[in-house]
């Protein structure tokens, strides 16, 4: 079956799903409103557009954060409330492939575009004095020499992409609701983490660009094999969704060959972006200068 048409199996099926107390949600349903995500994204968001608010009044717009950062920011944002608020978290219960874009989306494309908007610059212009040099000490803190490590950074996150993606962790994090979050803040914490340290690499003259390029390809290998994993594999791997993905309409097995394309094609682009700068950067440092 091809891609266009698996996908296409997808939404049919939704329209002739049950109610979200009986069975899976329909796509208008698939709200996930937890207070215990919503209250601090939202506050997060306040504080970010406040922030660029101050930094930019009296016509100095992309003064402190430019107008791309600022974009980038609310993109990161709408990819965090698509992962956690509508609709993959909810649908992620019921098919593999929407479980995979709402990792895909927490581990390689929130990250990188939060970090992109330089958030504790704008938070810090929205916070009083005191709170703003508070943000800074913990910033530093949180850049200490035991979070500096690229190999460190690395390792984590193909821990929790393979971790997670065992079966019985999978099954776990389904039935429970603690260790459903917990999960999904594993992947939004080791993201931020590998991504953190790549910017330092993009935005700093010093060096690092190569190490970070390399455990760009690493993370994105392991991605890749295990898409090509899921996509090729004969058999359904995840008996949790083989009486689950069935309610949407979608075959068990298409459903989980979608979820490896997931991981194996648009997951990449990140970091094959990411590679392709950082390796540039390289390139550029080691071109001798003329003049």
Same mark, same amino acid.
């Given at each position: 079956?091809?891609?266009?048409?698996?996908?296409?199996?997808?939404? /049919?099926? %939704?329209?002739?799903?049950?109610?979200? *107390?009986?069975?899976?949600?329909?796509?208008?349903?698939?709200?996930?409103?937890? /207070?215990?995500?919503?209250?601090?994204?939202?506050?997060?968001?306040?504080?970010?557009?406040?922030?660029?608010?101050?930094?930019?009044?009296?016509?100095?717009? *992309?003064?402190?954060?430019?107008?791309?950062?600022?974009?980038?920011?609310?993109?990161?944002?709408?990819?965090?409330? %698509?992962?956690?608020?509508?609709?993959?978290?909810?649908?992620?219960?019921?098919?593999?492939?929407?479980?995979?874009?709402?990792?895909?989306?927490? %581990? !390689?494309?929130? /990250?990188?575009?939060?970090?992109?908007?330089?958030?504790?610059?704008? %938070?810090?212009?929205?916070?009083?004095?005191? $709170?703003?040099?508070?943000?800074?000490?913990?910033?530093?803190?949180?850049?200490?020499?035991?979070?500096?490590?690229?190999?460190?950074?690395?390792?984590?996150?193909?821990?929790?992409?393979?971790? =997670?993606?065992?079966?019985?962790?999978?099954?776990?994090?389904?039935?429970?609701?603690?260790?459903? =979050?917990?999960?999904?803040?594993?992947?939004?914490?080791?993201?931020?983490?590998?991504?953190?340290?790549? =910017?330092?690499?993009?935005?700093?003259?010093?060096?690092?660009?190569?190490? *970070?390029?390399?455990?760009?390809?690493?993370?994105?290998?392991?991605?890749?094999?295990?898409?090509?994993?899921?996509?090729?594999?004969?058999?359904?791997?995840?008996?949790?969704?083989?009486?689950?993905? /069935?309610?949407?309409?979608?075959?068990?097995?298409?459903?989980?060959?979608?979820?490896?394309?997931?991981?194996?094609?648009? !997951?990449?682009?990140?970091?094959?972006?990411?590679?392709? $700068?950082?390796? !540039?950067?390289?390139?550029?440092?080691?071109?001798?200068?003329? *003049?």
């Amino acid at each position: 079956m091809s891609v266009a048409v698996a996908m296409s199996a997808i939404v /049919p099926g %939704l329209a002739h799903a049950h109610s979200r *107390g009986e069975g899976p949600p329909t796509l208008h349903e698939a709200w996930s409103l937890s /207070p215990w995500l919503l209250v601090p994204l939202s506050a997060f968001a306040a504080a970010y557009a406040l922030g660029i608010a101050r930094l930019w009044r009296g016509g100095h717009a *992309g003064r402190g954060v430019s107008r791309a950062e600022a974009g980038a920011g609310a993109a990161g944002l709408v990819a965090m409330l %698509l992962a956690t608020v509508w609709p993959f978290d909810a649908l992620g219960e019921w098919s593999l492939a929407a479980h995979m874009a709402q990792h895909m989306l927490l %581990l !390689a494309v929130a /990250p990188p575009l939060l970090l992109a908007a330089r958030p504790v610059a704008a %938070l810090a212009a929205a916070l009083p004095v005191s $709170w703003s040099r508070t943000l800074h000490r913990a910033q530093r803190a949180v850049q200490g020499p035991a979070m500096q490590s690229l190999a460190a950074a690395t390792a984590a996150n193909v821990a929790v992409m393979w971790g =997670w993606h065992l079966p019985a962790a999978l099954d776990l994090a389904l039935r429970s609701e603690p260790v459903h =979050w917990l999960m999904h803040g594993s992947f939004l914490l080791a993201g931020l983490w590998l991504w953190a340290l790549l =910017w330092q690499r993009l935005r700093d003259d010093s060096g690092g660009a190569l190490a *970070g390029a390399v455990a760009v390809v690493v993370v994105m290998m392991q991605m890749g094999f295990m898409g090509a994993l899921l996509t090729f594999s004969g058999r359904v791997l995840y008996p949790v969704y083989a009486g689950r993905s /069935p309610l949407l309409g979608l075959d068990a097995l298409v459903d989980q060959q979608l979820a490896g394309l997931v991981m194996w094609v648009p !997951a990449c682009v990140p970091y094959l972006a990411g590679a392709l $700068w950082l390796l !540039a950067r390289e390139l550029r440092r080691g071109r001798p200068r003329i *003049g």
